[in-house]
Nanobody, 124 residues
């Protein structure tokens, strides 16, 4: 069982930066591949980024590639998403998720645990 709590969201101007964090409970944090997803009002949940259990493998959605960086600290049971060059279209509720698997996945159905989300709003 893993509980996930996101933080770090807020209001930022276009071109700005934010860093999201996701704190996890449990002693098996390093057993999970992790991901970030986002959902804007009226839209489907969108894959943002994923990271392997050890942190040596990452995968990004096309819309954030080159602007966002996913990382994890297994000693602190924490997942991060560093976001740069933010655009109004990045506005969404951002979720972290944990998958009980070794390989990376962009499929939300393959994630077992989800946080409740943190809101990111980018003004133009």
């Amino acid at each position: 069982q893993v509980q996930l709590v996101e933080s770090g969201g807020g209001l930022v101007q276009a071109g700005g930066s934010l860093r999201l964090s996701c704190a996890a409970s449990g002693r098996t944090f390093s057993s999970y591949a992790l991901g970030w997803f986002r959902q804007a009002p009226g839209k489907e949940r969108e894959f943002v980024a994923a990271i392997s259990r050890s942190g040596d493998g990452t995968y990004y959605g096309d819309s954030v590639k080159g602007r966002f960086t996913i990382s994890r600290d297994n000693t602190k049971n924490t997942l991060y998403l560093q976001m740069h060059s933010l655009k109004p279209e990045d506005t969404a509720l951002y979720y972290c998720a944990a998958a009980a698997r070794y390989s990376l996945t962009a499929n939300p159905a393959e994630y077992n645990y989800w946080g409740s989300g943190t809101q990111v709003t980018v003004s133009s």
